[in-house]
């Protein structure tokens, strides 16, 4: 049961062997469930096996129409009947209803969260270079994108519902509904368990950075990560996170954690500071120190540029698709591509760096 908790934090009087969230200690606790409403825990979403697949559509309905009836009937309320219409569609047959999402919200937002994720578009179990975002989830998810502002409240609560899944899809719909009210939910399921759960948290966040309040976010997550009286666990997918935000203020932090005594941070902050940098000085602090000192200054954008002409392919490609999240100029290379080929993409990148500034 939900009691505006983040996922993994016991209730009070209840024995648990999993350490209090630390973000409790920056962030404000999730958001209750819009006023006049059942709690998530009522409509009873429970967690699936990761292996069981999705809910039919068939299923689905089953919860709408009545039951033993031999055909479906066609019900006389306009919500359920547009409920029913969205709960059929593909995604290329949403049109129809997009533009009546909005008007009916207050009514149907309960019913497309009782339900959410709903039967899926994306295969989560698949290999993927990026995360769709949630108008390519499911039905229910664009619906929910579609609704606007007035789910945001309702997202909320889907990020700290009990199942995973639910967590999983509703990061996804909060990156496509990017707004300060989602940050702090967000920011909980950074520091959850479930690994590809903390990766759509991260996708939906990459979408708030425009906001004044996400500076806050990557503050606290800094805080944490060299916070030495904190759980190993915590720290490291601080960590973890900082790397995969690209949080430019955070070599400074990652660097002296090179030298931690305990060595699963060092390796950690190792990581973090090659996905933020594109670059590999090693695991001491003393040349990643110099090159902070030349480099400090620079924005994000110029070390990654700097990095397509590095001699290791795996950091020229990890530079180019970090590139390629910040101003889009359509390049896409394979890691063997010749080398004039990435020359030219590196001469595409410095010709926008220099008009950007």
């Given amino acids: ?37 059942r709690h998530h825990s009522e409509v009873r979403l429970r967690p699936r096996p990761r292996r069981t697949p999705p809910l039919s559509v068939e299923a689905i309905r089953s919860t709408i129409d009545a039951v033993g009836t031999g055909r479906p009937s066609r019900p006389a309320d306009p919500v359920e009947a547009l409920l029913r219409e969205i709960l059929a569609s593909s995604p290329e047959t949403t049109v129809s209803w997009e533009h009546r999402v909005e008007r009916h919200a207050e009514a149907i937002l309960p019913r497309l969260t009782q339900l959410f994720p709903g039967p899926l578009w994306f295969d989560r179990r698949r290999p993927h270079r990026s995360l769709p975002g949630g108008e390519h989830v499911s ?41 300060p009210e989602l940050l702090d939910p967000l920011g909980h399921v950074l520091l959850e368990g479930e ?46 996170a900082l790397g995969a935000l690209g949080d430019p203020a955070a070599p400074d932090v990652l660097v002296e954690l090179l030298a931690d005594e305990d060595r699963a941070i060092a390796r950690a902050a190792h990581e973090a500071l090659r996905e933020i940098t594109a ?44 590139l390629e999240r910040i101003v889009p100029l359509g390049i896409d290379l394979p890691e063997t591509a010749p080398p004039e080929d990435w020359a030219d993409a590196q001469m595409r990148y410095a010709d926008w760096l220099r008009r950007d500034r």
């Avoid at 609560?157 to 990156?175: I, N």
């Avoid at 200054?297 to 397509?308: C, E, F, G, M, N």
């Fill in 1 to 37: 049961m939900i009691r505006g908790r983040p996922a993994g934090v016991p209730t009070p009087g209840r024995r648990s062997s999993v350490p209090p969230n630390p973000f409790l200690e920056s962030l404000p606790a999730p958001p209750t469930p819009p006023s006049g409403t």
């Fill in 139 to 179: 039905a229910l998810a664009r619906a929910l994108v579609h609704a606007g502002a007035a789910a945001r409240p309702w997202v909320a609560q889907l990020l700290v519902a009990p199942s995973e899944h639910v967590r999983f899809h509703a990061c996804l719909v909060a990156g496509s509904l990017a707004h």
């Fill in 195 to 240: 690994r590809d759960v903390r990766r759509a948290a991260q996708e939906g966040l990459r979408a708030h950075a425009r906001f004044r309040e996400y500076a806050g976010l990557l503050e606290a997550l800094r805080g944490l990560a060299e916070n030495g009286a904190q759980r190993e666990v915590w720290r490291l997918r601080a960590i973890e």
């Fill in 279 to 322: 670059h590999d000085l090693g695991t001491l602090r003393r040349p990643w120190q110099r090159w902070l000192r030349n480099q400090r200054w620079r924005p994000r954008s110029s070390w990654l540029v700097a990095a397509l002409a590095d001699r290791r392919a795996d950091l020229r490609l990890h530079a180019l698709r970090e």
